[in-house]
């Protein structure tokens, strides 16, 4: 079992939609929660950084997180053909610097 | 935010020669950068981990003599990829540490050796 899974999609939803993107993890100690957006051929860009259970929203953009039940959700409003990327989850664990655990991504196509 | 560069964007070489990639914090100063690499529609897979004035720690697996790493600034870390052949061919991201957990990714640099 991977630490950190997450469905590769693709998942395609027209613009305007509310998208659910979700990771799952079995590493208990996982204490912070991040979403990168990628673009195709370019490096991850951060859109989201939470820490332990709760919610946070940016603009658009919505984190959740259950530790209860070793879970994360991004939820993105409106969607946008621009928001068309790869979405990838990653975590890492409290008490310093641990590397961060990545999910596979999950590909997201907004189509007009 | 936080800018990370990397260069050169793309690069070809030839099997057997080396090849450098330089991965550069813009307008921070980054103690710890870290190497992935990345297979097409894969997600990424950290190779080393690189402090200022320290080796690198590499990943299980990752030939430390294959990938130096060097990390002689705290604005800039390199890695070359030694004597390449084409099974290194891939997508190589650097990023670089802010706080205690956020990274801030490069843009990535394509090697393809031929």
């Known amino acids: 079992q991977k630490e950190v899974e997450q469905d590769p999609g693709p998942l395609s939803v027209p613009e305007g939609a509310i998208v659910s993107l979700n990771c799952t993890y079995s590493?208990?100690?996982?204490?912070?929660f991040m979403w990168y957006r990628q673009y195709s051929r370019k490096g991850p860009e951060l859109l989201m950084y939470?820490?332990?259970?709760g919610n946070k929203e940016d603009g658009r953009f919505t984190a959740q997180v259950d530790k209860s039940s070793k879970y994360i959700s991004l939820f993105i409003r409106d969607s946008q053909p621009s928001d068309s990327a790869t979405y990838l989850c990653?975590?890492?664990?409290?008490?310093?610097?641990?590397?961060?655990?990545f999910g596979a991504g999950t590909r997201l196509a907004v189509h007009p | 935010g936080a800018v990370v560069s990397q260069h050169p964007s793309r690069v070809i070489c030839k099997s057997g020669t080396s090849v450098k990639i330089e991965c550069r914090s813009l307008?921070?100063?980054?103690?710890?950068m870290f190497w992935y690499r990345q297979f097409p529609k894969k997600s990424l897979m950290l190779m080393a981990t690189?402090?200022?004035?320290?080796?690198?720690?590499?990943e299980q697996g990752v030939e430390k003599d294959k990938f130096l790493i060097n990390h002689a600034s705290l604005t800039l870390s390199t890695l070359t990829v030694t004597s390449a052949h084409p099974e290194d061919s891939s997508f190589y991201i650097c990023?670089?540490?802010?706080?205690?957990?956020?990274?801030?990714f490069g843009p990535g640099t394509r090697l393809t050796v031929l």
């Open positions: 590493n208990s100690a996982f204490q912070y």
């Open positions: 990023s670089a540490r802010v706080g205690f957990h956020e990274q801030f």
């Open positions: 690189s402090n200022e004035g320290s080796k690198a720690t590499y």
């Open positions: 307008d921070f100063q980054a103690t710890t």
């Open positions: 990653a975590m890492t664990e409290g008490g310093g610097y641990n590397k961060l655990i």
């Open positions: 939470t820490y332990s259970s």
